[in-house]
């Protein structure tokens, strides 16, 4: 007979931990994109399979401190034979990674993630009506995986303090406003010159204009906004941005040093955009892919911290991890029942390498006589 079946646990992590899989990033393409448009697709090779795998089981660690009776508050979204998912769950996946809070605000992605817990829901039940989940090597992956959340949370405390102390120190950083644009290429110098290699397919040129032909297509669009007043209108009409164009040409929130845009070169418009006032619209503004015209749309306002704490902490991981673990090496005992498992002396955290050994002047053959 099958053992019994525990007591419904509302929307416990550690079952579906693995419903989450590969987060895929943002989604850019030659032109710009908001930071909520998000490329939903599956594995389409082996080795992005095995990616995907490897994620499941990492999002799987990161569930498992949530594991056991705990229930999470909201409205009920799913039941799964009798037991419930919640909105105060899926709230949690968005803090357990940033990039899972992003897919779930795009409709694509939270179906996506609701298809997942599903799959993996059930796929527990089935596990549970068979036993294995006393099964003593599902146990033991169970306690390994606990380790290593209780590991990283050393590291997380440590962030977490370090990433509020940049926060308050780096305050500019975090100002933000909303701004939209009309975009006018201009066409590349060798881009009808380029070839592709022989069998090798690459997409087409964007299309361009000259730098004479797209200046008069931008003062043109701004004349018509100075008319009507609609920027959106006029975006829509002569933006040649495929990703903004359909949204009015809103770029989204961006703060002074934001990346999707200094990638490409346009801190001018970075720049201008933080000296101008809401609704005020610029001068074509050339950058080396065309000409700009931008507007204020919302005011500069400070990202909160809890909204900004996960990207301070990506950026800050890797040094405190590095920094945390020279620490602890430094007043560890450790030692090595066959010197050949000890790892090879490293330099100190933060120390030089040392140089490289002076070349060597060959020796002169006699000549032969």
């Given at each position: 007979m099958a053992p019994q079946r525990p007591?419904?646990?509302?929307?416990?992590?550690?079952?579906?931990?693995?419903?989450?899989?590969?987060?895929?990033?943002?989604?850019?393409?030659?032109?710009?994109?908001?930071?909520?448009?998000?490329?939903i697709k599956p594995p389409s090779s082996k080795g992005e399979t095995m990616y995907r795998k490897i994620?499941?089981?990492?999002?799987?660690?990161?569930?498992?401190?949530?594991c056991g009776d705990?229930?999470?508050?909201?409205?009920?979204?799913?039941?799964?034979?009798?037991?419930?998912?919640?909105?105060?769950?899926?709230?949690?996946?968005?803090?357990?990674?940033?990039?899972?809070?992003?897919?779930?605000?795009?409709?694509?992605?939270?179906k996506q993630i609701i298809d997942n817990i599903i799959e993996q829901e059930l796929f527990y039940q089935a596990a549970v009506k068979k036993g294995l989940d006393h099964d003593p090597q599902v146990k033991e992956k169970a306690d390994l995986y606990r380790r290593v959340i209780v590991a990283q949370s050393y590291v997380e405390k440590?962030?977490?303090?370090?990433?509020?102390?940049?926060?308050?120190?780096?305050?500019?950083?975090?100002?933000?406003?909303?701004?939209?644009?009309?975009?006018?290429?201009?066409?590349?110098?060798?881009?009808?010159?380029?070839?592709?290699?022989k069998g090798v397919k690459t997409p087409p040129a964007p299309?361009?204009?000259?730098?004479?032909?797209?200046l008069a297509l931008a003062k043109k669009a701004?004349?018509?906004?100075?008319?009507?007043?609609?920027?959106?209108?006029?975006?829509?009409?002569?933006?040649?941005?495929?990703?903004t164009k359909a949204n009015g040409g809103d770029l989204g929130e961006v703060s002074k040093t934001e990346q999707r845009m200094v990638r490409?070169?346009?801190?001018?418009?970075?720049?201008?955009?933080?000296?101008?006032?809401?609704?005020?619209?610029s001068e074509p503004i050339k950058t080396s892919d065309g000409y700009h015209i931008?507007?204020?749309?919302?005011?500069?306002?400070?990202?909160?911290?809890?909204?900004?704490?996960?990207?301070?902490?990506?950026?800050?991981?890797?040094?405190?991890?590095?920094?945390?673990?020279?620490?602890?090496?430094?007043?560890a005992k450790i030692t090595f029942a066959d010197e050949k498992d000890a790892p090879k002396a490293a330099a100190p955290f933060g120390a030089s390498p040392p140089p490289p050994p002076p070349a060597q002047t060959p020796t002169p053959t006699p000549d032969k006589k």
């Open positions: 007591p419904s646990r509302q929307s416990n992590p550690g079952r579906i931990g693995m419903a989450i899989g590969k987060q895929h990033p943002f989604k850019f393409s030659h032109h710009l994109t908001r930071e909520t448009d998000i490329a994620g499941i089981t990492i999002m799987c660690c990161a569930m498992l401190t949530a705990k229930t999470y508050p909201g409205k009920t979204i799913i039941t799964i034979n009798g037991d419930k998912i919640t909105e105060g769950y899926m709230d949690f996946l968005g803090s357990v990674n940033p990039r899972i809070k992003a897919q779930l605000s795009n409709p694509m992605g939270r440590q962030l977490e303090d370090d990433a509020k102390k940049y926060y308050a120190d780096h305050q500019s950083d975090f100002e933000k406003l909303r701004m939209s644009q009309i975009f006018i290429p201009i066409k590349s110098a060798d881009s009808s010159n380029a070839k592709s290699p299309k361009g204009h000259s730098d004479a032909e797209a701004r004349a018509e906004i100075t008319t009507s007043e609609d920027f959106a209108k006029v975006a829509k009409e002569y933006s040649e941005d495929p990703i490409r070169g346009y801190e001018p418009l970075l720049d201008k955009a933080f000296s101008m006032k809401v609704g005020e619209v931008i507007v204020v749309t919302r005011g500069v306002e400070v990202e909160p911290f809890d909204s900004a704490k996960q990207g301070i902490m990506f950026r800050l991981q890797s040094d405190i991890r590095n920094k945390l673990l020279a620490d602890l090496k430094k007043d």
